[in-house]
Nanobody, 113 residues
Framework: QVQLVESGGGLVQPGGSLRLSCTASGFNFLNFAMRWYRRVPGKERELVAHIATSHTTNYADSVKGRFTISRDNAKKTVYLQMDHLNADDTAVYYC???????WGQGTQVTVSS
């Protein structure tokens, strides 16, 4: 069974940092690109970051220079390091395997003082 499980969300003050994790199972992780998305109620889902099997990365302009996506194939895990967080980053964050169309359950990130 293909499955993605996110963790690491929470409440953080503006300017703070969080690291999200997404652990995969049920497929050969190292052969698949991975993505992080986020969704704010009432808004469209936003692609935040993408990492290819080659470890090449791409970011949304809104997070470029603040967020870093990485992967550990041995642990079948993709990470999203989020620094210099602000209120606009508040959302539910989801990881995704674009080729398989698989989604995790999401993890809430709230940036507030």
């Amino acid at each position: 069974q293909v499955q993605l499980v996110e963790s690491g969300g929470g409440l953080v003050q503006p300017g703070g940092s969080l690291r999200l994790s997404c652990t995969a199972s049920g497929f050969n992780f190292l052969n698949f690109a991975m993505r992080w998305y986020r969704r704010v109620p009432g808004k469209e889902r936003e692609l935040v970051a993408h990492i290819a099997t080659s470890h090449t990365t791409n970011y949304a302009d809104s997070v470029k220079g603040r967020f870093t996506i990485s992967r550990d194939n041995a642990k079948k895990t993709v990470y999203l390091q989020m620094d210099h967080l602000n209120a606009d980053d508040t959302a539910v964050y989801y990881c995704n395997t674009p080729s398989l169309g698989t989604w995790g359950q999401g993890t809430q990130v709230t940036v507030s003082s």
